[in-house]
């Protein structure tokens, strides 16, 4: 398998785990604040992340990275999206909740990549978000006309997409410019832990107590380490656009889960919008498998 396709693959699989995070939630009926639950999660997973890079990247320095003025961005990025990501959730639910804060990203990341970077997306790019952000239109007319929705909930949402695609487009800035992925991903989750222990922190004790333990341990080691490691091999070797649609798994899985093991409802429109992110995938997917056989 070539580099791109690995990729590709590491990318999407780091995407379902993500798409756990607010469905673990739920079921652990952990009643702890949002802020709390996001500042555990990175720290456990920060933890995780640096012993990682201690372990397997080369001459692997934190502080030599904290003089960074750009790290810093992309931790303020990763604070951002964990927090309003858990709060958007927790207003108005998995299945839209986690589509609503990925419904700008591919947009958002691809411009500011292309603005920054330099980086043009290609037009499969355009067509694949394109299409992408039809189903989501789609999925969230949906959500307007036939369920209860949170405005304050979908506006936590977009804002956690909007710090996605910050810290996205920094982290595929510094890891294609010699910085190890792993590294800058441990550093920056280190910065955002920080930030929200300092914020949420007096609320902690709330979640490290019965199914919090378990939640903890859950969202910082699995859908935070092994998901951002693999999110690294992602932003190592793919443009922000890409890495940002190809993201748009978490919210299909999401919304599955949401459906099958929360029980939440979804209509025949909001299937259809499924349908069109898992079209505008298959399109990117299409698109680097031609360019690895190439």
């Known amino acids: 398998m070539q580099t791109r396709s690995k990729a590709v693959l590491a990318t999407l ?170 590294a800058v991903l441990a550093v920056s989750f280190s910065i955002g832990a920080v930030l929200l222990i300092s914020i949420g922190g007096s609320q902690i004790g709330d979640v490290l107590q019965g199914n919090g333990i378990w939640l903890s341990l859950w969202l910082g080691l699995v859908a935070t380490t092994l998901a951002y490691v693999l999110f690294g091999i992602g932003i190592s070797n793919l443009n922000a656009g890409t890495v940002a649609t190809l993201n748009l798994a978490e919210p299909i899985a999401a919304t599955f889960f949401g459906i099958v093991i929360i029980h939440e409802t979804i209509s025949t429109l909001s299937a259809i919008g499924c349908i069109l992110i898992a079209v505008s995938l298959s399109i990117l997917a299409i698109d680097s498998a031609k360019e690895s056989v190439a």
């Open 13 to 182: 699989v780091a995407a379902l785990l993500f798409a756990t995070s607010a469905t673990s939630r739920e079921l652990s009926g952990v009643q702890a604040s949002s802020i709390s639950i996001a500042a555990i999660r990175l720290s456990i997973g920060a933890i995780g992340l640096l012993i990682f890079a201690k372990m397997f990247v080369p001459n692997f320095s934190a502080i030599s990275l904290l003089k960074n003025r750009t790290i810093w961005i992309m931790g303020l990025g990763v604070a951002g999206y964990q927090a309003f990501f858990f709060i958007g959730t927790g207003l108005t639910g998995v299945a839209i909740g986690t589509l609503s804060s990925l419904a700008l990203a591919p947009l958002m990341a691809g411009t500011l990549s292309w603005v920054w970077q330099k980086a043009k997306p290609n037009r499969t790019w355009w067509l694949s978000t394109f299409v992408a952000l039809i189903g989501l239109v789609v999925l969230s007319w949906s959500s307007l006309q036939e369920a209860d929705v949170n405005l304050l909930g979908v506006l936590a949402a977009v804002v956690a997409g909007s710090a996605y695609a910050v810290y996205t487009v920094v982290g595929v800035k510094l890891s294609q410019n010699g910085e190890s992925a792993t």
